[in-house]
C-alpha cells in the first residue's frame, strides 16, 4: 500500500506503515517486521573523536535548548485529511523543529555516562549512532523545507534515521552487560528509562511524517488522495483511530505461539473475551510491541509451569472516560493497590488530546505458578531475567545471559525471553500516552498482568463523508 516515491529511494521504500493482511507484525522492537525493509547501506561511521577534529560539536549547545513538550495534537493537525501539500511540508517542518534538539539530548545523557562505560564498543555503536543522526539533520538546519523535493529528500533522512535505530535494545543490553562492573544496575535503569522513553517520542515524531509522506501520492494530487491511505482510512500518519486490540491479539498470539513452537515444541493457547470489539485511538506498533511481550511472558511461564492445556485468557474491558484504577482480581486476597504507573507525563510523555480520552483496559491472565516473592521486587528493572537457556539455576553465569542477548539480536526478537527489557520497556510504552501496566501475581497459581491504556484522544469520524475531525 506504500506507494514508491518518484525519487526511488531505497531507505523510503523499505517502509510499510499500513497493516498487512497477513499477521506479520511491525512493532518497533520485535523484529519482526525487520525482513519488510532492505538493509541500508550507508557510509562508515567515523568515530566521534575524529569528527571533533573537522566538525563543531553542537551537541552540548543543542542540548540546552529544552526539549518541545509534544503533544497528541502536534502529531494528528498535520494530517488532517485532505492532506494537502502545505500540511505536509509543515508536519516536515514541525519534525525538523524537533529532532535535533532531542538527538541532541540524548548524546549528552550518553556522553555523561562512566568514561569506560561509553567506550564499551555495543553503547559507543549507540553514541556514534545518535552523532550520526544529528549530522545527517545539521545541514538541514536554518534552512525552510518549501517544496516537495525537499520534502522527499528529508522524509529520506528520517527513513535512514529510523532504520539506524532499530536494533538498539540487544546493542544496549549487551553494551550494558558488559560493563555491569563499572555501572549499578539501578544507574543503568535510571539512564534506559529516560533515554528509552525519549526514543520512543523521537521514532513517533520522525515515523508520524514518514507515514504522512505515504499516505500522500508522490506527486502529490489532493484530489487524486483526499484520504490519507484510502485502504485503511482510519489511520492518521500511524495513529489508528480505531484499533481494534483484540486484532492486535490475535496476531501477536500467533507470532508468540510459534515461537513457543520452536522453542518449546508446544503451542500455547489463548481465549480473548470481555468486549473483544472494543476500538480505540492509539499507536498499532506501540500495542503490538506490548502484547507481544506480554504475551511472551504468559506463555512462557505457562509452559515451563507445565499448564499448556491452560489457555492464557485475556479480557478486553473498555475503560469509561474517567480513569478508574484497575479492579482488584475477584476471589484473591486484595494485595496493595497494583497501580504500578508512575508520573505519567514525564518530560518524554505525551499529552493526550483530550483527558478523558476513552482507553482500554486488558487483562492477560495466566496459570503459569505466578511470581516467586523474591523475584517480584526486580521484575522492573532493565536486564532483570530469570530466563536462562540451558535450563539451569535462575540467573545463571553472565556468559549464559550474553549468549541469549546474541540469539536475540540474531533472530531479530523472536526469543522467547532473556533481555529483561519486556516489563520495563512495556511499561514505558503504556505510559507515554498516560496509561501503566500492572503485575498481581498469585504465587503458586498464575499471574494477571492489567495493561491499561489510554486512548490517543477524541478524533470523531464522520462516516458520510470520510472526512475527520479532530478536536
Ligand atoms: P524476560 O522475559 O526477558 O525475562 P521481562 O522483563 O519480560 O524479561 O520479565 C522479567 C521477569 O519477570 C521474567 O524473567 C520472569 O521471571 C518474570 N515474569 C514476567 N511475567 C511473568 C509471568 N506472567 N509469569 C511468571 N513470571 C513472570
Ligand atoms: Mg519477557
Redesign the pocket.
Known amino acids: 500500500i506504500a506507494r514508491p516515491l518518484r525519487l526511488g529511494s531505497r531507505a523510503i521504500q523499505g517502509f510499510n506503515y499500513w497493516p498487512r493482511a497477513s499477521s506479520t507484525l511491525q512493532n518497533p522492537e520485535n523484529g519482526s517486521g525487520a525482513h519488510l525493509r532492505p538493509p541500508l547501506q550507508r557510509p562508515q561511521l567515523r568515530d566521534h573523536k575524529d569528527r571533533h577534529h573537522h566538525d563543531v560539536d553542537v551537541a552540548p549547545h543543542l542540548a540546552k535548548q529544552p526539549l518541545h513538550p509534544l503533544s497528541l495534537a502536534d502529531l494528528v493537525k498535520h494530517g488532517r485529511p485532505p492532506l494537502s501539500a502545505e500540511a505536509l511540508l509543515a508536519s516536515a517542518r514541525f519534525t525538523l523543529s524537533l529532532l535535533p534538539v532531542r538527538l541532541a539530548h540524548r548524546i549528552q545523557a550518553l556522553r555523561n555516562l562512566p568514561y569506560i562505560v561509553v567506550s564499551n564498543p555495543n553503547i559507543n555503536r549507540i553514541y556514534n549512532n545518535y552523532q550520526h543522526s544529528l549530522s545527517t539533520l545539521l545541514p538541514w538546519q536554518g534552512r525552510t523545507i518549501s517544496n516537495l523535493d525537499d520534502e522527499i529528500r528529508f522524509t529520506e533522512v528520517l527513513a535512514e534515521l529510523v532504520q539506524t535505530h532499530t536494533d538498539t535494545i540487544p546493542i544496549l543490553a549487551r553494551g550494558f552487560l558488559e560493563c555491569r562492573k563499572y555501572i549499578s544496575p539501578s544507574e543503568v535503569t535510571r539512564f534506559l528509562d529516560e533515554h528509552l522513553r525519549a526514543r520512543i517520542g523521537t521514532r513517533l515524531v520522525a515515523e508520524q511524517h514518514i507515514a504522512l509522506h505515504f499516505s500522500s501520492t508522490p506527486h502529490f494530487d489532493p484530489a487524486a488522495s483526499p484520504t490519507p491511505c484510502p485502504e485503511h482510512p482510519s489511520y492518521i500518519g500511524v495513529i489508528d483511530t480505531a484499533l481494534r486490540p483484540a486484532s492486535i491479539i490475535d496476531s501477536c498470539g500467533d507470532f508468540v505461539a510459534e515461537i513457543c513452537e520452536l522453542n518449546y515444541g508446544v503451542r500455547p493457547r489463548w481465549i480473548v473475551d470481555g468486549e473483544p470489539d472494543t476500538t480505540f485511538a492509539f499507536v498499532p506498533m506501540h500495542l503490538e510491541y506490548i502484547v507481544t ?2 504475551l ?3 506463555f ?3 509452559v ?2 507445565g499448564m499448556n492445556r491452560e489457555p492464557v485468557v485475556i479480557t478486553i474491558a473498555p475503560e469509561p472516560p474517567e480513569v478508574k484504577p484497575p479492579p482488584p482480581p475477584q476471589g484473591q486476597v486484595h494485595l496493595a493497590q497494583p497501580k504500578e504507573s508512575r508520573g505519567a507525563f514525564g518530560r518524554d510523555a505525551i499529552a493526550p488530546l483530550d483527558d478523558n480520552a476513552p482507553g482500554v483496559t486488558i487483562r ?1 491472565r ?1 496459570r ?5 516473592p523474591d ?2 521486587p ?5 536486564s ?4 536462562t537457556e540451558s535450563d539451569d539455576v ?1 540467573g545463571a553465569g553472565s556468559e549464559d545471559a550474553l549468549s ?1 542477548i546474541t540469539s536475540a539480536a540474531n533472530n531479530g526478537g523472536s ?12 511499561r514505558a510504552y503504556a505510559e507515554y500516552f498516560g496509561g501503566g501496566i500492572a ?1 498481581q ?1 498469585l504465587h503458586g497459581w ?2 494477571d ?1 492489567y495493561l491499561q491504556l489510554k486512548g490517543v484522544g477524541k478524533i470523531e469520524q464522520d462516516t458520510t463523508t470520510s472526512a475527520r475531525k479532530v478536536l
Open positions: 511481550e506480554l511472551k511472558n504468559a512462557r511461564a505457562t515451563e509451569n492477560i495466566d503459569g505458578g505466578g511470581i516467586e523475584v517480584l526486580h521484575i522492573w528493572s532493565y532483570f531475567t530469570t530466563f535462575p541469549v526469543t522467547i525471553a532473556g533481555l529483561g527489557y519486556g516489563l520495563p520497556l512495556s503485575v501475581s498464575g499471574t498482568v
